[in-house]
């Protein structure tokens, strides 16, 4: 996005959080393809016959996007995190259903050898990931946000430095540092 959109964002943004509904209808053009990125950047990932299409979670993180109330918006960086977070949250809340659904509820009774035959999908990832970012958080929020905004937010590093209101340097070590930790709590 070059310079002079990404301050036409910004304007909108700032409009939007102070309650001009009409600078939300001009911004979303804006951000719609990245949205759309993001989405397919997420479900790229997903086992084959995933039932989450790309433009269902774009429109399920528009419609959260909408409903955020007080929200002031700074910039772009802020705004795609902010959309990044909503993205993950509904991921995660659609694995976990997946996830519960296949415990119970109308499941078929399966004897444990016919349940080790069955691959486990994407959603037991997601919820291990989520499970992980959730623990890294209660000791370093900063480097949990951190992945938030890399990994589920697609943002670089300089970004993420923005957001963060740290060096890029900084970002670059801890971002290392949290996928070192991510790696062996997931493992475990």
């Known amino acids: ?10 304007h909108l943004l700032l409009a939007w959080g102070d309650g001009d509904h009409a600078a939300l ?11 759309r990125r993001l989405a397919h950047r997420y479900l790229a990932g997903e086992r084959a016959g995933h039932t989450l299409q790309t433009t269902d979670l774009v429109n399920e993180a528009y419609l959260r996007l909408v409903d955020q ?13 902010v959309s990044a977070q909503l ?7 659609y694995a976990r259903t997946r996830h519960a659904a296949r415990r119970g509820g109308t499941a078929l009774q399966v004897t444990l050898e016919e349940a080790a035959e069955v691959s486990v999908d994407r959603s037991a990832e997601m919820v291990a990931l989520d499970d992980a970012l959730t623990e890294m958080a209660r000791f370093d929020e900063r480097k949990s946000r ?4 890399r990994f589920f ?3 670089s590093i300089e970004e993420t430095a923005e957001v963060l209101q740290v060096s890029p340097g900084t970002v670059m070590r801890e971002w290392t540092l ?8 997931i493992g475990k």
Do not use: H
């Open 69 to 81: 109330k007080q929200m002031q918006w700074q910039n772009r960086a802020q705004f795609f995190a």
């Open 153 to 155: 937010g697609g943002l």
């Open 25 to 35: 209808d001009r911004l979303m053009p804006l951000v719609y393809a990245e949205l």
């Open 146 to 149: 951190l992945v938030e905004l």
């Open 87 to 93: 993205m993950r949250r509904i991921l995660v809340d």
């Open 1 to 10: 996005m070059d310079s002079t959109a990404t301050s036409e964002m910004t």
């Open 178 to 185: 949290a996928k070192a930790w991510l790696q062996r709590a």
